[in-house]
């Protein structure tokens, strides 16, 4: 495997200690540990403003205390028998989708389980990497190339052929290529595409919203509402972070991040606050605690995670 370039190394690096600091923010040891870090030069300070910068859209997410472990339990019977209580009906609805997921598997090609990462090489030459708990049905004509991403996320290394355009659908958003690399993730029906470089036209199938997306730029749809939910632009070293065991968030639902999140943990994710899901979150989260990521995303807006049985997790307000 090839060494990083330079910037996405210390981006990465970065990212690390900032996660570090998140969980333990009183922590001198980690404090003079980042202090150190980014006197070293100032690619070192540049990357660091970066992850700053991102952490910082939440709200303080690498200075602020989290205590709530510390609250007295005032309430307990009550909301914890609330809460078995939703999960269990949260378990019974898990239930009731494997049908929607056993059909996903039959009209898949490819498949990953929880927390499975896995290249696949095409035979045209592309290689996609597939994300956990994810799927891909491929599509070879004479005169296409058509990727289905039925659910999950995937990184396509598409093989330059002029003659048949490289195209990944999911749900109602069509993204094109010739020759480029690019992000594709559908989590709670909410598809975005980020180009790590090449280019990508990437829009909505009945032709209402698109764009052209360079080096850099990404995207979010709802194809519910057939309409673009975001955009912007990020460094080559966030795309497609998932792979190195990190997640890069900017303005996304807290839907779509526990979706994403979920696919590291085993069984289901209950979401007990109605409210919580269409709220904006951006930060950087570390998938090696799958359950420590998700309470990062939840914590600013008042939420807590409760592992509640072996394949339950349920987040619910505080």
Do not use: C
Request: aromatic letters at 6%; hydrophobic letters at 50%.
């Amino acid at each position: 495997m090839s060494e990083l370039p330079e910037e996405r190394r210390l981006f990465r690096e970065a990212a690390d200690l900032a996660i570090r600091l998140q969980g333990d923010p009183d922590n001198r040891v980690a404090i003079d540990t980042v202090r150190a870090w980014i006197s070293r030069s100032a690619a070192h300070r540049e990357a660091w403003a970066r992850v700053a910068e991102i952490h910082g859209m939440t709200g303080r997410i690498l200075t602020e205390r989290y205590d709530a472990a510390e609250r007295p339990a005032q309430g307990a019977g009550r909301r914890t028998f609330m809460i078995a209580a939703l999960a269990g009906a949260g378990a019974l609805a898990a239930g009731s989708l494997t049908l929607p997921d056993l059909l996903v598997g039959l009209r898949a090609d490819y498949v990953t389980a929880t927390g499975e990462i896995r290249r696949i090489d095409l035979a045209d030459g592309s290689v996609v990497t597939l994300g956990p708990a994810s799927a891909i049905a491929v599509d070879y004509a004479p005169s296409h190339r058509t990727v289905r991403l039925l659910s999950g996320m995937a990184y396509f290394e598409v093989a330059a052929d002029l003659s048949r355009p490289f195209s990944v659908l999911s749900d109602d958003v069509a993204a094109t290529a010739l020759g480029t690399a690019y992000d594709v993730s559908n989590d709670a029906g909410i598809v975005s595409v980020s180009v790590d470089h090449g280019r990508v036209a990437a829009r909505i199938v009945d032709g209402t919203a698109g764009e052209e997306l360079a080096a850099g730029d990404w995207i979010v749809f709802d194809p519910a509402t057939h309409g673009i939910a975001g955009r912007g632009t990020r460094e080559a070293s966030q795309i497609a972070a998932w792979r190195s065991g990190m997640i890069v968030a900017e303005r996304e639902t807290v839907a779509a991040l526990i979706a994403r999140v979920s696919r590291w943990l085993p069984g289901k994710v209950v979401v007990a606050d109605p409210f919580l899901g269409s709220r904006l979150v951006s930060g950087v989260f570390d998938l090696g605690d799958p359950v420590r990521a998700l309470e990062a995303v939840v914590r600013p807006f008042g939420a807590r995670v409760r592992r509640i049985a072996p394949l339950v997790t349920v987040v619910s307000p505080v």
